[in-house]
């Protein structure tokens, strides 16, 4: 925010109160805040849904514990997959488009019975699919696949969210054209901004292709009309699939805030990170073919066009983000002053505060682990020896739980204090719960892809077959891997059950924030906040010096370059492991 | 050159489209490069590679499937085990598998170095192929018979396990796939 002048609107219609934010100067408008608010509570009460369900799995796949029966370790696993990756991470984002499109611009919420419309839409469809789940008449799992059949009321239940969440989106795209019109900001939309708008736009395809399947599979439901299984994967990973780009364009949104909130990351180029959004949008949604490289609908040059995202523009896109994300960072750091070697911007950050600790874990595991594992099993042939095994949860887990999950949470100790106007709860759990989250979560994902690279299968109750009709016996190491995955996921767990806490007690209960301190710091308030990363009066000089021709080719960020080479020294390791592998097994063609 | 230091919550004033720095161009241009090692590969294994999910791709129905299944097991059944029959077909025949709430039908005898065309279909809802240990895996769908051409290169008792939920007997799902050294068949009479 070093350059950020706000602007102040003397319009503003009486029925629009605005705050002003002390932190940052911004105009708050209160309506749209109540909104971000609900939704916020929403999703967390939906993470501790999913988490409590995810102890309970994690349980029962550790051969040694076994705790659920069958019937309800299936049920439990679908409440598990629809209570996070639905219901906790697009409530989320639909709070943070309520945020993007008013807060960072100085604008208002546009028609705020609409907006509400839409939340209550969301609540009541997340509460009728849990209900079902719950009761044991929805045993079909998180996708629900064509044939299997569930209870009316959960396709329904599914239809009314994606109603309510694109009722959301629509009031996210009117703030935005409404606050240009009353010219709330000058200039572009701010790169986060910026972001969120993908994922917008990413989030009315995914809506779609969720309309153009529920639909037809509620009428199916109540025996009105056919669907063809191999049509709904295909659909329905449209949904599926594309779901979680959004997670990815609004978790790289989420990065660029954080980054510039806790330690100043400037920008480096606008045309580079806007170009790479726009690859999103333009083929992110063709990865549902990643679900059906082994199917018998499609043949190979269908898998290998979509699977590539039309030649990987997509996985590009990630890798500029993976780029010009730390690169920001670095420059913002040298920018303020930490100029010396390769690393000090990194070794000096503000590692105790846990936005920057979410942000860097976020960044470090959704790169190298589910970046790398995801490209490489969602390469057609590779996918043979992948498919359906624990590798799949493995890489996703990387992705939308470390990823975007860990950044969401990173995001929420600023809007606690910004947003909730109130100090963060258990401040010390606070500070060390990044750590416990993305440790936990690092074992689990690490260990899960070594099990499936055995042919674990996921989405199954007992892998020792005792009640199968031919003996079955995995590896020894299986075993211990399983039992590792249980350990990594209680830990993370345990990090959600101390996030939750800090939320819940912050929120309801939260000890109001007053004037924040500047350069005291203090329990319950981000060091970004009491400490803000300000850059110095003479910013734009030292940057162009940083970036004088005399530097050379590693130019104004030495540190970032060394480590984007780090990582593809590792995908192309992993990528061509998986070749040689996969080179062993039967000729199949 | 840059004029105008900002974050990424501020909007950027005037022209934003500038040229970007040497190293930020180079990893443009090299992970351009990757990618396209990444998507030249799968071509490449089509033309070169042993392990395609290519496959025969044709519309059925259980029905026709199940009575495909019955004609096959009747001409090459050879022995059975738990029930289930044995069924030992001849070197590059049509071999026919299905999947059904909660069972793999019928049990498969091969020969080792051999090709067969493998078909594989469910006879209800989606299922999952995913043979052990060798760690092989297709989607088994309910209308769709997805024949692929498979050779099997070790001999050994192999099993397979159903990994797409099926319902709540989805974990007792076992079926098993016999591969011979050499043809073993002869004393059986239906090895032509």
């Known amino acids: 925010m070093s350059t950020s002048t706000a602007v102040i609107d003397s319009r503003t219609p009486s029925r629009n109160v605005f705050r002003t934010c002390q932190s940052t100067g911004r105009q708050i408008h209160i309506g749209a805040e109540w909104l971000v608010k609900a939704h916020a509570v929403a999703s967390v009460v939906a993470l501790l849904i999913g988490a409590i369900a995810a102890v309970l799995i994690v349980l029962t796949r550790w051969q040694a514990v076994h705790l659920l029966p069958a019937d309800w370790f299936y049920r439990v696993l679908g409440v598990h997959g629809m209570s996070m990756l639905i219901f906790f991470i697009i409530f989320f984002e639909i709070a943070v488009l309520h945020f993007t499109s008013t807060a960072l611009i100085n604008a208002r919420g546009c028609a705020p019975k609409t907006s509400w419309l839409g939340f209550a839409l969301m609540t009541i469809g997340a509460v009728m699919v849990e209900t079902m789940m719950w009761a044991g008449k929805a045993d079909v799992l998180f996708t629900s696949y064509v044939p299997l059949r569930a209870d009316p009321n959960f396709y329904l239940g599914v239809i009314l969210f994606a109603v309510g969440a694109l009722i959301g989106v629509s009031i996210f795209f009117v703030n935005l054209v409404v606050a240009r019109r009353e010219q709330r900001y000058e200039g572009s939309l701010p790169l986060v901004v910026y972001g969120a708008v993908t994922a917008a736009i990413i989030a009315v395809i995914t809506l779609l292709h969720g309309a153009a399947i529920y639909i037809p599979t509620y009428l199916w439901s109540l025996g009105v009309m056919k669907v063809d299984p191999e049509i709904y994967r295909v659909v329905w990973w449209g949904l599926g699939h594309s779901s979680q780009q959004i997670n990815v364009a609004a978790m790289v949104a989420i990065w660029y805030m954080l980054g510039a909130l806790t330690i100043g990351s400037v920008v480096v180029n606008e045309k580079i990170s806007r170009s790479a959004f726009v690859l999103y949008i333009l083929f992110i949604s063709m990865a549902s073919a990643h679900h059906l490289l082994v199917d018998p609908g499609m043949g190979p040059a269908w898998k290998i066009v979509n699977t590539s995202y039309f030649m990987y523009m997509a996985v590009l896109a990630s890798m500029i983000h993976g780029f010009t994300v730390p690169a920001g960072m670095e420059l913002g750091m040298r920018l303020r002053g930490y100029t010396n070697g390769m690393f000090e911007w990194l070794r000096r950050a503000p590692w105790h505060d846990p936005g920057f600790s979410a942000l860097i874990f976020s960044v470090f595991v959704f790169g190298f682990v589910g970046g790398i594992t995801g490209v490489t099993i969602g390469t057609e042939q590779i996918n043979i020896i992948v498919h359906n095994t624990l590798r799949v949860p493995g890489h996703f887990h990387a992705t939308v739980v470390s990823g975007t999950a860990m950044a969401f949470m990173g995001a929420t100790y600023y809007l606690i204090p910004l947003v909730f106007q109130k100090k963060v709860a258990f401040w010390k759990a606070a500070q060390i719960q990044p750590y416990l989250f993305a440790g936990g979560m690092l074992i689990f994902t690490l260990s899960m892809t070594f099990a499936g690279s055995f042919g674990v299968p996921r989405r199954h109750w007992d892998i020792s077959f005792s009640t199968a009709a031919f003996d079955m016996q995995f590896s020894p190491i299986v075993d211990v891997l399983l039992a590792f995955v249980a350990l990594g996921g209680l830990l993370a767990a345990t990090g959600a059950f101390v996030f939750v806490a800090i939320a819940v007690k912050s929120v309801f209960l939260g000890e109001p924030i007053g004037q924040i301190p500047r350069g005291v710091a203090v329990a319950g308030i981000p060091a970004g906040l009491t400490h803000p990363p300000v850059h110095a009066a003479d910013v734009d000089e030292r940057n162009a010096a940083l970036h004088a021709d005399s530097r050379g080719l590693m130019g104004p960020m030495p540190g970032t370059v060394v480590l984007v080479f780090v990582f593809l020294a590792a995908f192309v390791v992993y990528f061509f492991v998986n070749w040689k592998v996969l080179s062993f097994v039967w000729k199949i063609g | ?192």
């Open chain 2, 1 to 192: 050159m840059h004029l105008d230091t900002h974050t990424g919550l501020d909007s950027p004033k005037g022209v934003w489209w500038k040229p970007a720095h040497k190293s930020e161009k180079l990893w443009v241009v090299i992970a351009f490069a990757w990618c396209m090692v990444l998507f030249a590969m799968m071509p490449l294994w089509h033309w070169k590679g042993g392990q395609n999910p290519s496959g025969i791709r044709r519309h059925t129905t259980p029905i026709a499937y199940g009575q495909r299944l019955g004609e096959f097991i009747a001409q090459y059944q050879t022995g059975q085990d738990r029930g289930i029959p044995i069924v030992s077909p001849p070197p590059g025949a049509d071999v026919y598998l299905a999947a059904a709430q909660f069972q793999w039908l019928p049990i498969l005898r091969l020969q080792k170095g051999v090709e067969y065309t493998l078909h594989l279909s469910a006879l209800d809802v989606n299922h999952g192929f995913s043979l052990y240990p060798i760690n092989v895996n297709f989607q088994v769908v309910p209308g769709y018979d997805y024949g692929l051409r498979v050779t099997p290169n070790a001999a050994g008792d192999f099993r397979i396990l159903c990994n797409e939920f099926c319902g709540i007997g989805h974990h007792m799902m076992v079926g098993r796939v016999i591969v011979d050294d050499v043809p073993a068949v002869a004393a059986t009479g239906v090895n032509p």
